[in-house]
């Protein structure tokens, strides 16, 4: 044993609780102000993959534009993935028309869990639609909450609402500690894209 007081002594007790049960889906929320959250979710689109499930991507800030390695790698997997934004808010010309084309996308990925065709569907950057009062936060609370039984949901994004964070079964805060960006370097292919 180590004297040092920030070593720590490994679990010798089973930390798991009596009497688990299964459930059909889950809700995961991946949320805070640090990196990670959309390549938390990706990691999911891959193990649901392997289990040979069908997955669907849609993404609301990201447009179609953007070359982006999780999407190539889905679309070779059989992902059907949807870009359906117009990009950093700060680079439009139309807030009012990136509002329209939200409430679509919304109204996009409403129809794909509704649908049932998907075992799991990534709602990537779905948090700051609702947090910019672009789309209303009660109805994705129903779509979520009344969506089929097997359809498990990853939602990513900044500062989500306390009723989206009641109604996720997971939620995680990716906080903020350091990030290359704050030293001035630039988003790196293969890490950050």
Known sequence: MSDDPTVETPPTEDPRRD???????????NTGDGKGKSTAAFGVMIRGLAQGWKVAVLQFVKSGDWQVGEEKIGRRLGVDWQSLGEGFTWDSDDLTHDQAVARAAWDTAKAVIEA???????????????TWGWIETEPVLEAIAGRPD?????ITGRDAPQALIDIADTVTEMRHVKHAYDSGIVAKKGIDY
């Open 116 to 130: 049932g065709e998907h075992r799991l569907v990534i709602l990537d950057e779905l948090t700051y639609l609702l």
């Open 19 to 29: 009497g688990g049960r299964t459930v059909k889906s889950l809700v995961l929320l």
């Open 150 to 154: 097997h359809v498990n949901i990853v």
